[in-house]
């Protein structure tokens, strides 16, 4: 082969931009300037342990490749040999008897002709370390003149450089994306941490359960997820999921909320769907339902365990098509909102007894959030009594500069059956008592004793506390001080509803039947009286 070939040759490997092209035009200009049967390359692995084969003919590479390993360390073969030394090495046939002991290297000079000598050439950078080796099996007159012109070493040293350079480029690229990402990150990390402490003035607390539901809240309010809440009563699972809705894509759209427990079965239908004019008795104009005013924004079902099973049926469909029929509508009409139930019951088992439904349990329980009871993480207690102090203050126009140290290490001491929203009455009630510019003391707190709860057995009416007889005495001694008998009933059944709650943790249903009420009726009863 001529010089002006070799420069040709050259030329195109300059014009490669990636290493691959370039070793795949490196060896194919070989095998097509060069009498060879056989032509490789053996680069270094990442650890620098072992040299893997690069051949330009898959079949090469299979027969080379297979179940070989070829450790740098091992001078079995004289392919170490030749990274150690740093000089090309040829071989002829009798010297190939010579490294007979190495199984791998006999099986891949087996098929040479006799009148063949093979050439281990190693390819050196600027700084002399051999970066790879070179293998061709070439005519015997051919082997030992070819490495030594200046044109074949040439080049190979354009070849060798310009890889290198390419090399050198892939790993600037590949720094540059992990900057590039390492900033990314940095600049999510820095902004999820500035929603969650935005979050914090809502959903108050400073221990790790609190951080953790906030990251939760900021992590799936990033995706389109259906979240579902899970928690007892009064831990704020609506502001939870106002928390989901305001930290995600939809904030600017409708946030609406409905209690299921709360509205009769006949009428949760037509809540949801709305309904056209004449749809029904009494439908005299037609009415949007909130499915659809949701459309675009996030609906959130409120005590979902007390949907109907038929009603858990269309909100799959709605769900699965995001397409609903309004009562009495000709036609379906399509809504798309992103759905966030909350329960304090627990829906896995009210799924697993039948109760409901287990392919919507499934269908909304894509991610789901544990809201930890306040007895669980006491250590928030003071942080939420300052929180609730200047609520209060704020909302009344009052000036309650704080707590005592004895009045706060009361609160802490509290189970708080009914959490946060118990500690937010007593915190109220305090300030309620307490005079503008004094601090809250024990005297302005109430009694915060409670008796352990007992099972409650609806037949025989055990674990039924009784109204409380301080209350009783209170109310008996104002007797005569009556002047409106209606408004007097109404307080009297809003102390003993509100009584009964605390006595079975906010338990709607435990305490319905120990009043002797349906749930229905006993919810009706605490909207009427504004009891939360």
């Known amino acids: ?92 046939h009798e010297t190939l008897l010579y490294w007979q002991g190495h ?61 290198q350079l390419l090399e050198s480029i892939r790993h600037q690229d590949r720094q540059q994306s992990l900057l590039s990402d390492s900033i990314v990150s940095i600049r999510k990390e820095k ?36 979240v579902m809440i899970q928690g007892q009563t009064g831990t704020g699972k609506e502001l939870v999921a106002r928390g989901v809705h305001d930290y995600s894509k939809r904030k600017h759209a409708p946030f609406i909320a409905i209690n299921c427990a709360a509205i009769p079965d006949n009428l949760l239908e037509s809540e949801l769907f709305g309904y056209e004019k004449g749809a029904f008795s009494g439908a005299e104009t037609a009415k949007k339902g909130l499915i659809a005013c949701a459309d675009g924004g996030s609906l959130f079902l409120d005590e979902i365990g007390d949907m109907p099973l038929l009603l858990q049926t269309k909100l799959l469909r709605v769900l699965e098509s995001r397409q609903f029929r309004a009562l009495g509508a000709a036609k379906e009409s399509q809504s798309d909102f992103r759905l966030i139930v909350a329960s304090h019951v627990d829906l896995k088992q009210k799924s697993r007894t039948g109760a409901f439904r287990q392919d919507l349990f499934y269908r909304l329980c894509q991610f789901p959030i544990r809201i930890p009871a306040l007895k669980d993480r006491v250590s928030d207690v003071p942080e939420l009594v300052k929180h ?39 915190v109220e009630y305090a300030c309620a008592l307490t005079l503008d510019g004094q601090e809250i003391d ?50 009297f059944e809003r102390a003993v509803i509100e009584a009964r709650l605390s006595s079975f943790s906010g338990d709607r249903g435990r305490a319905a039947t120990s009043l002797g009420l349906p749930k229905r009726t006993l919810a009706h009863k605490c909207i009427k009286l504004e009891i939360s």
Request: contains cysteine; hydrophobic residues 40%.
């Open 442 to 491: 024990l005297s302005a707190l109430p009694t915060l004793d409670i008796e352990p709860e007992t099972p409650f057995d609806a037949s025989t009416n055990q674990g039924e506390k009784p109204f409380p007889a301080s209350l009783l005495s209170d109310i008996t001694h104002k007797f005569d001080q009556i002047d409106d008998l209606k408004e007097a009933v109404l307080q």
């Open 103 to 163: 199984s791998g290297f006999m099986a891949l000079t087996l098929n040479m002709k006799k009148d063949q000598h093979l050439a281990i050439y190693p390819l050196n950078n600027d700084k002399g370390a051999v970066v790879g080796i070179l293998v061709l099996a070439l005519p015997a007159a051919m082997a030992a003149d070819l490495v030594e012109r200046s044109d074949w070493q040439n080049f190979v040293a354009v070849f060798t450089r310009h890889w």
């Open 388 to 426: 609730f102090i200047h609520r209060f203050n704020t909302h009344q126009e009052r000036h309650i500069p704080g707590v005592r140290f004895s009045a706060i290490d009361k609160l802490v001491k509290h189970d708080y059956p009914g959490n946060v929203r118990e500690l937010k009455n007593i």
């Open 191 to 226: 902004f999820d941490k500035e929603q969650a402490e935005a979050l914090s003035h809502d959903l108050v607390g400073s221990s790790e359960l609190m951080q953790t539901l906030r990251k939760e809240i900021i992590r799936v309010g990033q995706s389109d997820l259906a």
């Open 1 to 92: 082969m001529q010089s002006q070939q070799w420069l040709q040759r050259a030329s195109a490997l300059l014009a490669c931009r990636q290493v691959t092209p370039l070793i795949n035009e490196f060896l194919n200009g070989l095998s097509v300037e060069l009498p060879s049967d056989l032509s490789f390359l053996l680069l270094p692995t990442v650890d620098g342990r072992e040299l893997t084969v690069v051949a330009n003919e898959p079949d090469y590479f299979q027969s080379i490749a297979s179940g070989v390993k070829w450790e740098v360390d091992d001078f079995e073969h004289p392919f170490s040999h030749v990274l150690q030394s740093q000089k090309t090495m040829v071989l002829d």
